[in-house]
């Protein structure tokens, strides 16, 4: 293995958990994003014509809990977004690790000597 295959699969880890988060990302923005704006077309038509035309607190309180269920949306997506720069950070440093640890047992160090995980810092 050399420098070439290190940075070949430091990328291609990379790729794959950068991909994988955005989908997991992209799809739960996508479905919650759609409930979200049914649910605020659903209050607005029923305050236009609706239940809610004369009934100021329940619409407000329906307000809140649309802006409630928007911040957790949020909130859950940058949970989401954290979650997958860890698992592309540890997809890097496996691979960084993995091709240090090649190098130096085909340079005759016994692989007893080095660890198998990276040292934490």
Known sequence: MDASDILDDLLSNLRTELGDGFSAISNFARVQGEMLAKQAARIARSRIDGDLA?????????LGGLERDTANMARSIAVLTVLTIEKAWNALVNALWGGIRSILTAAGLPAPLIPETPPHT
């Not at 004369?54 to 329906?62: A, I, P, Q, S, T």
């Open 54 to 62: 004369d009934d100021d607190d329940f619409y407000n309180w329906l």
